[in-house]
């Protein structure tokens, strides 16, 4: 295994309540994504909408149904990071052709990486 492979165990099965900031993200094939920089959620309505990851091209965003899995010491996307769509102020020009509740996550996936800290 090197470190751009996932472990064997990545622990138990977690909520996405209480995954942390910081937690590697891989891919299906287990090749290393990145790592989770934030979970965006409702918490009123208690829903997931997916996370922003922080990847080596910059940052991405896995909406919910491209997790396949959150662990203790790790997450499993769906498809490899280059995949995932980049938040934007503005998606919804570029995502006009696509599902509109893409572009209302990219616009709050950028809106918390602007968002003064």
């Not at 409702?42 to 997790?67: E, M, P, Q, W, Y």
């Not at 934007?88 to 003064?116: E, M």
């Amino acid at each position: 295994m090197t470190d751009n492979q996932a472990p064997e165990d990545l622990g138990a099965p977690v909520s996405y309540l209480v995954l942390a900031d910081g937690t590697p993200v891989f891919d299906s094939s287990g090749s290393r994504a990145g790592e989770v920089e934030h979970v965006l959620a409702d918490d009123k309505s208690d829903l997931f909408h997916g996370l922003i990851v922080k990847t080596a091209d910059g940052h991405r965003f896995a909406r919910a149904n491209l997790v396949e899995g959150l662990f203790e010491h790790g997450v499993i996307i769906t498809v490899p990071a280059a995949e995932l769509p980049e938040p934007s102020a503005d998606p919804a020009a570029r995502l006009a052709d696509q599902d509109a509740t893409l572009g209302q996550s990219l616009k709050r996936a950028w809106d918390w990486l602007v968002q003064p800290r």
